[in-house]
């Protein structure tokens, strides 16, 4: 048992302003790792590491190795090439470095049976990694905007969620959740389905856990909302007591 369980967050390298610095900086909202302190675990960024090829492999498992659980988080969008698509005309943002690095560390992650959490974007990569594809823009398919409301302003979305799933059993039903992406899971191999909004958009997926998994019961699930962002942290505290009560193999 892991009283204060490390948690991996995924991080972006970008140029970020503070003080009197305007630098590259390894960055992700502080709101991850107040939300994974808020549930009594210790918070650990994971930058997008400078390695290629097996080395970038070789990372990733030794980071995964010294880890309890890991948050693939929120972002940019996932390069379509990833999944096989065309670019969308609103398709944007893209960082190979953070698809690389984080594909990375979910093959260390399902090779080690770690506890895997992914949040919007990073619910997005958990389906491609797993061969799935992508709505590239989801007003095409819903109608609206309300995901996405436009800047810095985040919307809300009412999932609803299967009785079964482990998400209803910390979080009940329904869920109102922050929300501000453009694009969602189309198809997701390998996961099933567990919270819809209202218009259809999957917002929640849990991994169906083949019989070869080194953790047969492993925590393993993708929410397309950002628990960070609200007062409910119920998927991130469900990871948090994932990798304190069922140690990784």
Wanted: proline share 8%.
């Amino acid at each position: 048992m892991n009283e204060l369980p490390l948690i991996g967050i995924s991080t972006y390298r970008d140029e970020a302003s503070w003080g009197l610095w305007h630098q590259v900086a390894d960055i992700q909202f502080a709101q991850y790792a107040d939300a994974v302190v808020e549930c009594t675990a210790v918070p650990v960024l994971l930058t997008p590491a400078p390695a290629h090829g097996d080395d970038l492999a070789a990372a990733a498992t030794a980071v995964v190795a010294r880890l309890d659980g890991l948050i693939i988080a929120g972002g940019a969008d996932i390069d379509p090439e990833r999944y096989g698509a065309t670019p969308h005309p609103t398709t944007g943002g893209i960082r190979p470095d953070r698809d690389a690095w984080e594909l990375a560390l979910l093959d260390a992650a399902d090779t080690h049976g770690l506890p895997t959490l992914g949040i919007c974007r990073g619910m997005q990569l958990m389906a491609v990694h797993a061969g799935g594809t992508l709505q590239q823009h989801t007003p095409d398919e819903v109608g609206h905007t309300g995901h996405s409301p436009g800047g810095e302003v985040f919307g809300t979305t009412e999932v609803s969620l299967e009785r079964t799933s482990r998400l209803a059993a910390v979080q009940g039903d329904t869920v109102q959740g922050p929300c501000h992406h453009h694009q969602s899971v189309a198809t997701h191999p390998g996961f099933e389905v567990t919270g819809r909004a209202a218009d259809g958009s999957i917002e929640a997926m849990e991994r169906i856990v083949p019989e070869s998994d080194p953790v047969p019961n492993r925590f393993c699930l993708g929410v397309q909302w950002h628990p960070e962002m609200g007062p409910d942290h119920a998927p991130i505290a469900a990871l948090v007591h994932a990798a304190r009560d069922a140690p990784v193999e």
